[in-house]
């Protein structure tokens, strides 16, 4: 289906969403829900969040967020690639989820120099799920940080615009197995990302979060065929998980190390990749995730710990 074309432009965009904030905020003594309703109508008629065009990059760049990334969530990245060519278009394979997946600050903002040292002058949108769109004030600051919704549809337009994608290949069914100490991975069946970069001539940077599952005490054997069969069914994932004091927020006496590997070179673009091709591509995928996982998980003290790929 394509895509409808967008009501309201880039600044007139960002406004409303600055303004909604504030009313809702302002008015939340009269009622939050009445106020959020009222502040956030416009977005029922948006379509900002299929193209990526509400990106803030002096958002994303702000000096607030080093502080905030790396003393506050403890999160800190390690780039083996270097500096990524900001004229290749590259995938980021982002593993594992986790609960809420904290390590999307070290990329998504320049909390730990991503946008100023390993990706300068890259343009990239992060596929998120599309219910975190429809959330005010979540909406805002994902839409501000570059976030575009996870249909096929959205990551083909952003890939044909030159844009890199960071996609969380586990997804939904990756959060519901999210157990600490348990570093297991959601890809051997991830093949849509594959013929993307086929289809696209993009490079695929494996990345891998040491700590992750961690952040919070999960029960993830509890209902777990149930609550995998809801998220295929409706991709709602059920989530059974405590944070620190009882609460949603992570254990950040866990350091979150997000490490991004060397680029798996893909050849194209190729219009209609075979499944030789993309079973070809999988297997260097998944070695080089075994291969990161191995080479970093005696330094960040996961040394006796195997990566589980399913």
């Known amino acids: 289906m394509p895509l409808r074309t967008y009501i309201f432009p880039t600044r ?3 406004l409303l969403s600055v303004t909604s904030f504030i009313v809702t905020v302002f008015l939340c003594h009269w009622n939050f829900i009445k106020a959020a309703l009222l502040a956030y ?12 065009e509400r990106y803030w990059p002096a958002f994303a760049r702000l000096p607030l967020w080093k502080w905030y990334v790396q003393r506050v969530l403890n999160v800190h990245l390690h780039a083996e690639c270097g500096i990524l060519d900001s004229s290749q278009k590259y995938i980021f394979a982002a593993h594992p989820h986790g609960i809420l997946a904290w390590q999307h600050y070290a990329t998504f903002t320049d909390g730990c120099d991503f946008l100023s040292k390993v990706a300068p002058g890259l343009e990239r949108r992060d596929l998120v799920a599309s219910a975190l769109l429809w959330c005010p004030f979540i909406r805002d600051f994902a839409l501000w940080l570059g976030c575009v919704d996870a249909s096929p549809s959205v990551a083909e337009r952003q890939l044909r615009l030159g844009r890199s994608l960071l996609i969380f290949t586990g997804g939904e069914h990756e959060q519901v197995l999210a ?5 297991r991975i959601v890809l051997r069946k991830r093949k849509g990302f594959l013929r993307l970069a086929l289809r ?12 992750e599952n961690e952040l919070y005490v999960t029960w993830p054997r509890f209902a777990q065929r149930f609550r995998l069969w809801l998220v295929r069914r409706t991709r709602v994932p059920l989530l059974l998980f405590r944070g620190r004091w009882f609460t949603l927020w992570p254990d950040t006496r866990v350091p979150v190390h997000v490490v991004i590997g060397k680029p798996v070179r893909v050849p194209g673009p190729i219009n209609e990749p075979s499944d030789e091709q993309i079973l070809a591509l999988q297997k260097r995928v998944l070695d080089a995730f075994v291969q990161l996982f191995e080479r970093h998980k005696g330094r960040f003290g996961y040394g006796k710990q195997d990566l589980l790929i399913v």
Do not use: K, M, N, S
């Open 200 to 211: 696209h001539g993009a490079h695929i940077l494996p990345v891998y979060a040491f700590g």
């Open 41 to 52: 109508a416009f977005i029922f008629f948006d379509d900002g969040p299929l193209h990526g």
């Open 12 to 14: 007139v965009a960002r």
């Open 179 to 183: 157990e600490p100490y348990c570093q």
